[in-house]
């Protein structure tokens, strides 16, 4: 045995290692792949006896089913006077119990089964989310329809609500990053529903039988659309959701609120908070554009280019060759049903701020004078068209995805057609867009900061308004 293991050893040591030439290690840069060929995955579309869209996806990988309810209700529809209504009633629903069941019995039930409901209401859609286990899925499925149809919403829990919320908007001006990204807001949307706030006044007049109401006018079946992936029974599931929501007569038929586009009005305004701290915090922008519009693609392409990856112009140019600012972008929010806007930011030192203002203007205005480069445009592209896969990541996703396109009215076939649309955009298209959808001169300008340790007065920029950051604060 001894002399065998000896025979190995020798016999090893003999072999003469092969050239190295004929193994040199291969150059990324020279390498080349096939195209990448992405297959968008389908979900099938059913319709339930009572009218409701229900988008499905089965996967059996593991035993887990997730359902999501997309609701058309949204802060834009609450009364000014009540602002943060919709996001109470949106907590509160899923907090208060459901059903008759009171909300610590709910918790206990829920957490028995490892399920999760969740509730929520942003500004123009309202969720209730589920995840179940497959053999509990039928009682949760109807927790998750007493959530959404018929909330309790105990009064305990609605004042729990209104303390956490107030207690929020106590700390609201503590960080100077959530200041600027307030105000930044307000003052694109000022007059318009989506740049309202909640005040502590708004939040002490809510009621219960204000959020009874608002729930009750938005969450009925004709306003909803279900998306469910995971390990079911097809025809099963179907026949459960079919008699977890009957075909009931509403009524009377759903009239959403008539909410106006905001007025595309591009005026320079300067910002001030004032916050004693060692930076500044800065953030710069307008109106921009939403899903409808023919040039969105050229602006996404834009979007990239000019703050929206790690080689892009504004994080090149003040980060790494100025060394201004650690974390600096911008972003094109294309609206879905409402104007978006667009939005340039970062944190600078208090003695480099006027100087951060003017280079970040500088950069995002050169977008409109000249061609983007091929480097850009081409890195731009194929960026956006190989991670375009990463958007279906999970049978949630992907199902989730086709219920949003929906709820939203984009045009059939925009996923199919994205890759291909953003292919064709040329460098005329992207100086176009910028020359269209960007406006330096007509920027929103917010700034937090201590402004006698600016380089310059922020007076350099136009008129300034000192925002009153102890607005709303009770003293006692």
């Known amino acids: 045995m001894k002399l065998l293991a000896i025979l190995i050893c020798l016999l090893f040591t003999s072999i003469t290692p092969a050239s190295s030439a004929d193994h040199q290690p291969a150059n990324p840069r020279t390498m080349t792949f096939p195209a990448l060929d992405f297959q968008i995955p389908k979900a099938e579309r059913v319709v339930l006896k009572c009218g409701m ?17 997309m609701v058309r209700a949204g802060s834009i529809y609450e009364p000014a006077a009540k602002s943060g209504l919709a996001g109470m009633t949106g907590s509160v629903m899923r907090s208060g119990g459901a059903g008759g069941i009171a909300p610590e019995k709910l918790d206990d039930e829920l957490e028995f089964m490892a399920s999760a409901v969740e509730s929520t209401i942003d500004s123009d859609m309202g969720t209730v989310a589920l995840t179940s286990l497959k053999k509990n899925f039928s009682r949760t499925l109807q927790i998750f329809s007493n959530v959404l149809l018929r909330p309790n919403f105990s009064e305990s829990r609605v004042e729990i609500a209104r303390k956490q919320i107030i207690e929020s908007l106590r700390r609201q001006n503590d960080d100077p990053k959530e200041i600027a990204d307030r105000e930044i807001n307000r003052a694109i949307y000022a007059g318009h529903p989506l740049g309202a706030v909640p005040t502590f006044e708004s939040i002490s007049s809510i009621t219960r039988q204000d959020l009874k109401a ?8 004709d306003n909803m659309i279900l998306a469910v992936s995971g390990d079911f029974d097809r025809e099963a599931l179907l026949t459960e959701l079919n008699s977890t929501f009957p075909a009931t007569k509403e009524p009377s038929g759903l009239a959403l ?8 009005l591009f005026q320079g305004e300067v910002l001030y908070g004032r916050k004693d701290i060692n930076q500044s915090v800065i953030r710069m922008g307008h109106l921009g554009l939403n899903k409808d519009n023919p040039d969105i693609y050229a602006v ?13 112009r504004l994080t090149v140019e003040i980060r790494t060759n100025q060394g201004l600012a650690y974390n600096v972008g911008s972003r094109f929010d294309i609206g879905r049903r409402f104007t978006g806007s667009f939005i340039a930011e970062t944190e600078t030192k208090d ?19 000249e061609p983007v ?20 990541t999970s049978p949630a996703s992907i199902v989730n995805q086709r219920a949003r396109l929906e709820y939203y009215n984009y045009p059939d076939g925009y996923l199919e057609k994205y890759r291909d649309n953003i292919a064709k955009v040329t460098k005329a298209d992207v100086l176009n867009a910028a020359r269209k959808y960007l406006h330096p001169d007509a920027f929103k300008l917010v700034v937090v900061g201590e402004a006698a340790k600016f380089d310059l007065p922020l007076s350099t920029f136009g008129n300034v308004r000192e925002l009153d950051l102890k607005q709303n604060i009770p003293t006692q």
């Open 257 to 264: 609120p008539d909410v106006p586009q905001p007025k595309l």
């Open 300 to 312: 996404r392409i834009l979007d990239y280019i000019l703050g929206g990856s790690f080689t892009s």
């Open 53 to 69: 869209p229900v988008y499905l996806l089965r996967d059996t990988e593991l035993p887990i089913i997730s359902m999501t309810a």
């Open 373 to 392: 480069s091929d480097e850009e445009l081409n890195s731009a592209r194929e960026y956006m068209i190989n991670s375009f896969m990463f958007a279906f």
């Open 351 to 369: 003695k480099t701020t006027a100087k951060t203002i003017r280079l970040m203007k500088e950069i995002i205005g050169g977008t409109t004078k």
């Open 214 to 221: 608002f729930h009750r006018r938005y969450f009925r079946v």
